[in-house]
């Protein structure tokens, strides 16, 4: 008996991309002819199928919209994406409609979890966060047709529908709530979008307060790299501040002062992002940024939805685009007590 084979092993024999091989079997158009008779000569060959899935997707019939997570997902890192999948979850039921949820270990294995849910009819549409510059996820999906939005921008954004928080404003948020003169930026490592146009508004808030232009730090958004990172900065003494991305690398900045027998609101100042449960639970009060998650993940549904009813097609006004300005909560431990 034959051994079944894949995408993959028809591609790799061809000298094409999975993609390609996966629109020639579909007969589309944009495949030149010659190579599509030879995809479709080498699959009867092996006498391959597809599976029930993928025939699924290509009749548009799976029922299945995917929301891929990406790393780090420490204790759910970010509960915007918690209230994403509840959401998003309900709202699919409601139209006879099922969610599937992928994780990513690595940021550089998202781009295959992706050519995989694809190649294998997993889902009809995706759901795409944590975007970057040039990103083979959206490049993938554009180039294969399959619908999707993106949560943050892209180079695409007249190619699909987008919702997105205004990163840059928070990052000012977080600079004028702070004022120091000795302010450290916590941030996601560089590429990430929302990340880059965190940094880029905080510096831009700094110099036009007349403040010192601050340190900023690329790292992973977990509490043990932002104790880390605050232990090597408070190491070194004075009272500084800390801008911090995520609630998260705040709550490791808390830790390390806790260790060195230092006190929030007395020896450093610290200003977090999106609002963690607990945050105002902490001692003193975390002052931070609310993006109030659970009508973000109202919208994004929507999107998705909207985006699915028009089988991924551009409208004729243009693909929809939305911007969430996040709200301070100054509770305490952005100031200093004196």
Known sequence: MRKRIGLKTLAAELGVDVSTVSRALRD??????????????????????????ARALRGGKSGRVAVLLSPPQQRFASPIFLELLSTLD???????????VFAARARDEEAEIVRQIVDEGLADALV??????????????????????TFGTTDWIDQHPTVEIDYAHAGRLAIR??????????????????????????VEEA?????????IWRIEMTEEVGAETAARILADGGRPAFACIQDSLAFGVF?????????????????????????EYTAPPLSTFSTEDRRVADLLSQVMLRHLEANGA???DGYEHHEIQPTPLLR??????R
């Open 128 to 149: 795409l966060g944590r975007t970057r510059k040039d990103d083979p996820r959206v490049r993938y999906l554009l180039d294969v047709g399959v619908p999707f939005i």
């Open 255 to 279: 830790g390390a002062a806790a260790a060195l027998d230092l006190a929030v609101g007395r020896d450093l100042t610290v200003f977090g992002g999106q609002n963690f449960p607990g945050s």
């Open 314 to 316: 551009r409208p004729l």
């Open 207 to 215: 110099a036009s307060l007349g403040l010192p232009a601050p340190q």
């Open 177 to 202: 709530a702070l004022a120091a003169e000795r302010i450290h930026i916590l941030s996601a490592p560089e590429g990430l979008n929302f990340a880059d146009n965190y940094v880029r508004g905080a």
């Open 28 to 53: 589309d158009p944009r495949v030149k002819s010659e190579t599509r008779r030879a995809v479709r000569d080498l699959a009867r060959h092996y006498d391959y199928r597809p599976n029930a899935a």
């Open 90 to 100: 309900q709202q699919l039921r409601d139209e006879g409609l099922n969610l599937a």
């Open 332 to 337: 305490q431990s952005h100031k200093l007590v």
